[in-house]
């Protein structure tokens, strides 16, 4: 045997066993001895049956991505649950953790599951950008029927064992330790006696199946895949083993697998399921982390109330603390109605909300933040109100408790440098509605500890969230690049674009909603606020401020929005007030395409994030396009900005800006030495990151 599978032979049973840390992915050289281990107990006469299980935290959670991209080492998986199948004695997998991917085809490969109470089954590969290409797609709807498997697997969404075995998918559900009890159930299996039909010979789910209706599901599901082609990809594999003889659909799965796993967009899917992790990698030996029991919020608005809802959907007790009374009961009924959506959505139950509503304790004295490990600040975005609330805490805190504002632009090195502690301040950007946005734009101030850091950084695992380390500066990564973004927009609308043309133009790119559609949604007054306090101006966008069209909030925006609709219709008195703009600004309108605006709009984002990266503001281009992909909606088939460069080609990129710059009279575009060194080599690496 090897390193990575081992057998035990208990009384007649065998029991393999995969040892591959972390997740058990089935790579190579876990592949490789479990097959010699299954061919040799088919023929062994002492083993009546088998069960399959997995040391470590979890069973097989999917094939090895790191291998994909590489030629693919016999044997594959394929080949192995094909020789399961024609096992005659029982084999039984006994799953624990995640049977993700790979592992949830090989244990349909089994006769039998069983599982854990905790155990997790799914085929996520959809977001990896291809379709389970292991049998998964031909097996699963023989277990638990076409629809079910269509939305398991176009979702990628895993179902727990309780589920799964109402489904069919599993055929027990143990508590405590499963070995023992697999190795029971396989025993039995045995005794009984077969026929043990492989899944693969289970039709009668299929046949049951009505195609219409499975059709307009998929359909459905179709709708939602913004120009993505796993989605699509994986309801036709689903559909194929509905309508076509068994060999078949697997061999039309495995073409679907092949073109896709070759594809850009799965290509960008894997690089951000990668870049995700390695996010959250701080550079330097491991620090100690500080221990962190309670937190405090201090703001109970809508960023405070959703900060301080994330950190307690995350299992912590929290201190909400307002500077009055009545904005306090303001936000707490803020977040109890929140809870109650969700009640009310099916997303939490009625025990959970109230668990949740327990670990709130509120406050307007600041001596109740003395008991808090972390305290973070969502008060109004004003340098002088900031300061005033920290000299406060300076005073109140524990010693070593982390000191951390939400503020989205100022800066927090001068914040630091206000009280006697800066090496426990830092900030954590969270992105409206914090409660529910994944991204935490973590940021490094100048004399922030490497303690304090690592401890928010695996603070913001446990509470869901995608930390990215971010530096200091105007708007850190995400909001300074979303400047840069937007500067043309408001130029292309008095160049003769529409709201409307601009926002297709994004959506049809992958976005889920265009500049102005955001805009609308997240209320215009914010931009307009900042704006004023830099001194800057956009001549629509502040004319509808003035105007007081905030947006879906008044029910005006850029978009007119009848009562409660939360899709806008263009408003001609919008796009009247443009040409007048325009008039007045002496441009003649014309006719602009999608291209120039995604040039227009994308590219200087791209350069923006290529400053970012030489002012060493991001450690690494693909925590960029974590930023972009986890806070903005930026399309996950294209892979975040930095890596859709690379798809561009930067020299691209240049050569245009150069031509847009020219076109629209500003100064010649001059490319930084990191955007040029990516247009001849393809490669963003800076000197710190080799
Ligand atoms: N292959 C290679 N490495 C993997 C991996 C995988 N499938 N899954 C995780 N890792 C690494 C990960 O990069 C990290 O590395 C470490 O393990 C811990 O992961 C044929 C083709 C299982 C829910 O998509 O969802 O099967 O950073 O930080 O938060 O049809 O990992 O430590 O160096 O995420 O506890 C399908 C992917 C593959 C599941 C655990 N399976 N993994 O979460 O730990 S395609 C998946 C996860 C496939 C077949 C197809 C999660 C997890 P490092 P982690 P976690």
Redesign the pocket.
Known sequence: MSSSVSVVNEGGVAIVTIDNP??N???FHVREPLMQALVALRDDASVAAIVIACAG??FV????????GKPMQQPE?RAIVAALEVIAKPTVAAIH??A????L?LVLGCHFRVADQGAKLG???V??G?????G?TVRLPRLVGAVKALKMIVS?TPIGASAAHGAGLVDAVFEGDLTPHAVNFAREMARKGGPFTPVRDRDELLRGTDLASFDAEAADLAGKARGLEAPIACAQAVRNAVTLPFDEALAAERAL?VKL?ASDQSRAQRHL??AE??A??LPGKDVVKRRVARVGVIGAGTMGGGIAMAFANGGFPVTLLETSHEALQRGLATIEKNYAVSVTRGSLSEDAKRQRLAQFKGSTDYADLADCDLVVEAAFEDMAVKKEIFGKLDAVARPDAILATNTSYLDIDEIAASISRPQDVLGLHFFSPANVMKLLEIVRAEKTAPDALATVVDLA?RIGKVAVVVGVCHGFVGNRMLAARGSESEALLLEGATPRQIDEAFTDFGWPMGPFQMGDLAGLDIGWRNRKARGLTAVIADTLCEQGRFGQKTGRGFYLYEAGARAGVPDPEVEALIRDKAAQMGIVPRTIGAEEIIERTLYPLVNEGAKILEERIAARASDIDVVWVNGYGFPVGKGGPMFWAGLEGAARIIERLEHWYRQTGKDVFQPGPLLRRMAETGSWATDATG
Do not use: M, Q
């Open positions: 972390p997740v992915a089935l790579s935290r979890t959670a999917g094939a090895d991505i790191t291998e994909f998986l953790g995640t993700l991917g790979g592992g085809e085929l996520p590969e977001k990896l291809i379709l389970p290409g292991g998964g990628g697998f796993v399921f990668f992790r390695e959250a990698k695992h």
